[in-house]
């Protein structure tokens, strides 16, 4: 599937992020942790990619975060290549559905941490929050 995240066919990449958010539930834990880390290797330029489509980052945040719900409580290790670029995108540059979409996605992965980290990096998601829901922008909120 990995060749199919790279393709320029928009109806092909979708499609591969969508069956890598399926395929988390059908394995189960124990078989999902090797396969985790090839695949968010194939996803994570769909994460940084500013000029990539909308979708396509909406649809890997989301992909991520299904990923990282169905490995729980295991498995931060396999996030590595995709951790600070979401939460680059949390912090700053995400804006609207894809920020909400990142938020998703990187809350899904503080459940994974140890509970120094977990406490650190809910606090700054939640800071990123309460600013999107003072803001005077209705759809920010």
């Keep these: ?3 199919a995240m790279n393709s320029t ?9 969508i069956a890598f958010s399926i395929v988390p539930s059908a394995l189960g834990i124990p078989q999902l942790l090797p396969f985790l ?3 968010l290797e194939a996803v994570g330029n769909d994460v940084t990619d500013e000029n990539e489509n909308e979708d396509v980052r909406i649809g890997t945040a989301l992909a991520l975060a299904s990923l990282a719900e169905a ?3 295991h498995g931060i290790e396999s996030f590595e290549s995709v951790f600070m670029p979401l939460l680059e995108g949390v912090i700053g540059s995400c804006r609207g559905k894809v920020l909400a979409a990142f938020l998703m996605a990187f809350g899904s992965l503080v459940p994974l941490m140890d509970v120094a980290y977990a406490n650190y990096f809910a606090r700054e998601e939640m800071g990123v929050l309460v600013r999107k829901f003072d803001s005077p ?3 920010e909120k």
């Excluded at 066919?9 to 992020?17: F, I, P």
């Design 1 to 3: 599937m990995g060749p």
């Design 9 to 17: 066919d928009e109806y092909l990449r979708n499609n591969a992020v």
């Design 37 to 39: 880390k090839p695949v």
């Design 71 to 73: 490995s729980a409580p």
């Design 137 to 139: 922008d209705e759809q």
